[in-house]
């Protein structure tokens, strides 16, 4: 982004508009993902942070995991093994960990989403 020091707000606001690296579709989808994010935090299961998460995935609870964009690739190559071997579905979160944890509803960050009981959304159906 190129910084404009002069000039009106509506003309900055223009710019910036003009320049988002984000379509409608995917902003679309994010706000779909993000609003069954807060179902599950309100009536699901749910865990957050790496450790819990494979603790799900190694005795089998999971339904669905989470990782955010910007998961160490170690992390995130072992946590796809386990759900490989726990045949439980993997959705890359397009955001980065602080944008998880404030779509669960949460202050801070988190760079891996556990689900176990989805509750009344239906997000595990959608992201598969």
């Known amino acids: 982004y190129q910084r404009r020091v002069h000039g009106t707000l509506s003309e900055c606001l ?3 508009e003009r320049h988002k690296m984000v379509s409608k579709k995917n902003k679309k989808n994010a ?11 309100k009536s699901g299961k749910y865990t957050l942070g790496y450790r819990s998460t494979l603790v799900n995935l190694r005795q089998g609870r999971s339904k669905l995991v989470l990782i955010s964009n910007n ?5 995130k190559s072992e946590i796809e093994y386990y759900a490989m071997l726990a045949k439980t579905s993997v959705h890359h979160y397009n955001g980065n960990s602080q944008d998880l ?11 891996v989403m ?10 595990i159906k959608t992201t598969e």
């Not at 998961?71 to 992390?75: A, F, S």
């Not at 556990?114 to 997000?123: R, Y």
């Open 31 to 41: 706000d779909n993902i993000n609003t069954r994010l807060r179902m599950v935090t």
């Open 114 to 123: 556990s689900i176990q009981d989805a509750g009344d959304s239906d997000i």
């Open 71 to 75: 998961c160490h690739p170690l992390r």
């Open 14 to 16: 223009f710019f910036f």
């Open 101 to 111: 944890g404030n779509a669960c509803g949460k202050f801070f960050s988190t760079t």
